[in-house]
């Protein structure tokens, strides 16, 4: 009952914020002849979308995206793990030198399948549970119905933004008070500015009420559904590894146990191999490649190998950079 109300309620918020955009361009159409009715439509089509829900996200800054060319083991590799989760196989392979997590996101206006890989913590893991992070991560990717529901709160945000969050202007208070201070009269009216500024603030308040109620119902029914949400995604990972596999990663991860050691290795300066060698002694005795069900060997040790091949420069660059993850 909750998932469907939280469906139905984000189709109303994101229909509202289409409604500016349709009566914008009806209204620049009907009174196309006239001035006043391409500005007016002009401004609600800039509403809508100023208001429009944030349904991708950017690339992060510190990623950077591997040629396939330079990279087809991986690339290979996240396609095959891909296709067994269920989801769209990566366009783009990215990496990140400090950050240990691995993230599939959906970049850019075309919302382009990307992975990320964490290299502090790949790094450190055997070629199954290399296979797992993946997995995992592959496995976060919402569904149609949450996409409608997380664009609608984030619709509702730039709503509460807009209404709520609006303040004067700092460098516009600031003059004001020069021009107040150098006055000879003893009292100074208030300006145009500051009573259209204090008008807007006054309805933006008015109508943040239902804003922020709308925004609170959401929210507080897309967490009663959380456990589904989750147990979605345990069942997508499964595809690819066994429940154990999970486990064990999630527990690896949690802990942050793998990574003080490598920091104290790349402090010694030690090379990217013996660190490595190191981490898979502590995490995981033997070569940890996964040769049982569900389904055939996904990446083994000769795979892994041309993998860290591939990665070796960046390697490098990122074992420089372990002091500073906290």
């Keep these: 009952m909750n998932r469907l109300l939280a469906l139905a309620l984000a189709v109303v918020v994101h229909t509202l914020t289409l409604a500016f955009v349709a009566v914008g361009l009806w209204t620049a159409y009907v009174n196309s002849g006239l001035l006043i009715g391409w500005l007016f439509g002009g401004l609600l ?8 829900p944030r349904l991708s996200t950017g690339l992060p800054a510190d990623a950077e995206v591997l040629d396939r060319s330079a990279a087809p083991e991986l690339y290979g590799l996240a396609e095959r ?28 206006p075309r919302r382009t399948p990307t992975l990320t890989v964490g290299l502090p913590l790949w790094l450190a893991l055997s070629p199954r549970q290399r296979v797992t992070m993946l997995a995992a991560a592959c496995a976060e990717t919402p569904s149609v119905e949450e996409v409608v529901v997380d664009g609608a709160l984030s619709a509702l945000a730039e709503w509460r933004e807009a209404l709520l969050g609006a303040a004067p202007l700092r460098v516009r208070e600031e003059a004001q008070t020069k021009v107040t201070a150098a006055s000879l009269t003893a009292e100074h009216p208030g300006t145009g500015y500051e009573v259209a500024g204090l008008l807007g603030r006054a309805i933006g308040r008015v109508l ?15 967490r009663s559904d959380e456990g589904r949400r989750r147990r979605r995604r345990e069942e997508r990972a499964l595809r690819a590894v066994p429940a154990a596999d999970l486990a064990e990663l999630e527990a690896l991860a949690a802990g942050g146990r793998y990574l003080a050691p490598m920091q104290a290795a790349a402090l010694r300066g030690e090379s990217v191999a013996s660190i490595r060698a190191g981490a898979l002694d502590r995490v995981l005795p033997g070569d940890g490649v ?18 860290d091949e591939e990665l070796e420069r960046h390697y490098d660059r990122a074992v420089r950079g372990f002091g500073l993850i906290s």
């Design 208 to 222: 943040g009420g239902p804003v922020l109620l709308v925004e609170y119902v959401l929210t507080r029914l897309a």
């Design 45 to 52: 089509v800039a509403i809508g979308w100023m208001l429009r």
């Design 290 to 307: 996964r040769t049982s069900a569900p389904g055939a060997q996904v990446l083994g040790s000769a795979e892994s190998d041309r993998i």
């Design 81 to 108: 793990v891909a296709d067994r989760v269920g989801v769209p196989r990566p366009h783009r392979v990215a990496v990140r030198d400090l950050d240990p997590r691995t993230r599939y996101l959906r970049t850019g």
